[in-house]
C-alpha cells in the first residue's frame, strides 16, 4: 500500500441541515408572505453557500423588508449586492443579484408576483415543481426544499 493511501481517512462531506419553514418562524400555508419568505429562503439555501450564511443572509433581506419580489426587482442592482455581500456572499454576490433579479421579474411577469396564483394554477406537485423550475436559478434541489413545505396543500385538494 502506498503511504498516501496507507492510513488516510477520506473526509466525508457533511450533509446540509434540512431547515424547516416554522424554524425560521414561517406558516407557508396561510401567508402569501411566508411563501414568499420560504421562497427566498429556499432560493438562497439552494446554491452552493453554506447554510448559515443563506440563513443569516435571508434575515438581513428580512430586517430590511427585501422580502416582496417587488422589493427585490426593484432595488437598485449595487445595494443588492450590498446585502449579499454583507450576507457573506463572497465572490458570489453579483452572480446571486442578477439571478435573484431575473428570477423575481419572472415571478411578477409570469404569477403577478404570487407563489400562490403558481400553486393554484398547477393540476399537482409535479406540475408545481417543473413551474418552479421554470423560473430563473430554481433547480431540482430548490424546487425540493420550496415543496416540503407545500406538500400539506396538494394533499388537502385531493381531500
Known amino acids: ?28 400555508l396561510s401567508s402569501e408572505d411566508d411563501l414568499f419568505r420560504w421562497f427566498l429562503l429556499a432560493y438562497l439555501l439552494g446554491k452552493p453557500i453554506q447554510s448559515t450564511v443563506a440563513a443569516n443572509t435571508w434575515k438581513l433581506f428580512i430586517e ?11 432595488m437598485p442592482y449595487r445595494t443588492l ?3 449579499l455581500h454583507e ?31 403558481m400553486i ?9 415543481s417543473k413551474r418552479l423550475q421554470k423560473l430563473y436559478g430554481v433547480g431540482p434541489k430548490t424546487a425540493e426544499i420550496i415543496m416540503r413545505e407545500t406538500e400539506e396543500y396538494f394533499a388537502r385538494r385531493v381531500e
Open 120 to 128: 393554484e394554477s398547477s393540476y399537482d406537485e409535479d406540475e408545481f
Open 87 to 117: 450576507g457573506k456572499y463572497t465572490r458570489y454576490q453579483e452572480v446571486a443579484s442578477r439571478s435573484l433579479q431575473t428570477c423575481m421579474g419572472q415571478l411578477i411577469r409570469d404569477y403577478e408576483g404570487s407563489l400562490m396564483i
Open 64 to 74: 430590511r423588508k427585501v422580502d416582496t419580489p417587488w422589493a427585490i426587482a426593484d
Open 1 to 28: 500500500m502506498s503511504q498516501y493511501t496507507q492510513g488516510s481517512k477520506r473526509r466525508q462531506k457533511k450533509p446540509k441541515p434540512i431547515h424547516t419553514a416554522e424554524e425560521f418562524g414561517l406558516d407557508v
Open 81 to 83: 449586492v450590498g446585502i
